[in-house]
């Protein structure tokens, strides 16, 4: 059969092509990726990209339907060097190996460092390998709560295939949840090389005054790094001279906040807390803006170690000291920006946001706390008949927060 007629029984599912950049003054000469769908292919299918590289994502779930898993096809046989011949060698056979299931490392021993906790899960990322098919099969939305983005990490583990950057950075969040004294950040780049632009995103650590990072990439450089640099200035630096060994020029660094380890949250991770053009300031510019972020990193994981009682002294301390509950980042150079607008629904949270959300929060639960237990409460009566019922007082609670 022909590659024509082959090409015949496939519905047309668009061309994925590259066009100019608008102009920007400071990437002049690089090019972006855009969809070019068919003429009769009337779906919004949307598209991502990743390492200047665009791909198809898998919006029909589990189990993939029959267009997304022909396109997932028709789209290698038009970038591996075999074609439709590769395809058919592998599509038709019938008795194709079994791909062992990874087990993910979900239980650790309370003795094991959380270094080697990292290790392992570092190590089942790449079990599972990078996605190089050409189409994502986990639809990650940044916009979705956390607790939306931990049941696609759920269903990273029940199916045991490929994934990229993003998905790992997901994936690193679900296995690292509960890591005492660990505290996890987005930390994304955007570099170019011949042209091309590339963005890529891992999942910075911190712990005991060290960071590090884990992920997933097509190079070992640019995923993992062990928890040992002093600052984070200094765990940027590094990535930067791991872009500089395949001739990439880092471009623009973004830092989110802290992620919280509540699986069940409804929070919205921040993604790009600071944004920074690394050509456009000097290497000791770049450690003092970052430093900021650090700082909140920091206070954010000295928080976490307070016992409820102990925070909650610290937070109303900190407010009545500021006379405030929400402070902006904000800095004048065009070099930099912080996020976002006071108004913005999802504005950037300082220390400060984070401990009186914090209070609000221990403030309803206790409340929760409090009905549960007057109503699972036994109710006896005193000698004169009056009904008496236990004390209420929150002083005899510990909620865990």
């Known amino acids: 059969m022909s590659k024509s007629k082959q090409r015949d029984q ?3 599912f668009g061309t994925l092509v590259r066009v100019s950049d608008p102009p920007e003054e400071e990437e002049r000469g690089c090019v972006r990726v855009k969809t070019v769908k068919g003429a009769k292919n009337g779906n919004d299918d949307d598209t991502h990209e990743e390492n200047g590289v665009l791909f198809w994502v898998n ?3 589990f189990p993939i339907d029959n267009r997304t898993w022909d396109r997932m096809w028709d789209h290698v046989s038009k970038i591996h060097p075999d074609g ?15 791909i062992p299931i990874q087990q993910a490392p979900l239980n650790f021993p309370s003795s094991m460092p959380v270094q080697d906790r990292l ?17 994502q099969f986990f639809e990650i939305r940044k916009q979705r709560p956390l607790s939306g983005l931990m049941d696609s990490a759920r269903e990273m583990i029940k199916e045991a295939l490929p994934i990229k950057c993003l998905e790992a950075v997901i994936l690193g969040l679900f296995l690292t949840n509960g890591f005492l004294g660990v505290e996890r950040f987005p930390l994304s780049f955007k570099s170019v090389f011949g042209g091309n632009v590339h963005r890529h995103v891992v999942l910075g650590i911190y712990y005991a005054g060290k960071y590090g990072s884990i992920g997933m990439s097509r190079r070992d450089e640019l995923m993992y790094k062990p928890v040992v640099y002093k600052s984070l200035s200094e765990l940027v630096f590094e990535f930067e001279r791991s872009y500089n060994m395949f001739k990439h020029e880092v471009k623009k660094v973004k830092v989110g906040l802290p992620v919280p380890h509540d ?11 600071l944004t920074i053009n690394m050509n456009k300031l000097s290497p000791k510019e770049v450690a003092k803006d ?11 994981a000295k928080l976490n170690s307070l016992n409820p009682e102990a925070c909650y002294a610290h937070n109303k301390a900190q407010r009545e000291a500021n006379d405030c509950t929400v402070v902006t980042l904000y800095s004048s150079r065009k070099s930099r920006s912080w996020v976002t607008q006071p108004t913005s629904p999802r504005k950037t949270i300082t220390s400060i946001d984070m401990t009186t959300g914090r209070d609000a929060y221990a403030t309803n639960s206790l409340k929760q706390a409090s009905k549960i237990y007057r109503s699972q409460t036994t109710v006896g009566s005193s000698e004169n008949g009056a009904i008496k019922r236990k004390s209420t007082d929150p002083a005899e609670y510990q909620i865990r927060i």
Not at 93 to 98: A, M, N, V
Not at 119 to 132: F, G, I, P, R
């Open 290 to 300: 970052l430093d900021v972020v650090a700082k909140e990193i920091r206070t954010k």
């Open 10 to 12: 496939l519905p047309p």
């Open 84 to 98: 439709y011949s590769m395809i058919n060698k592998i599509r038709n056979k019938s008795d194709l190996p079994q």
């Open 59 to 61: 919006k029909s779930g």
């Open 263 to 273: 699986p069940h949250s409804y929070e919205f991770i921040n993604w790009k807390a």
């Open 119 to 135: 290790d392992k899960v570092q190590n089942y990322m790449k079990s599972l390998q990078y996605n190089h098919t050409g189409t």
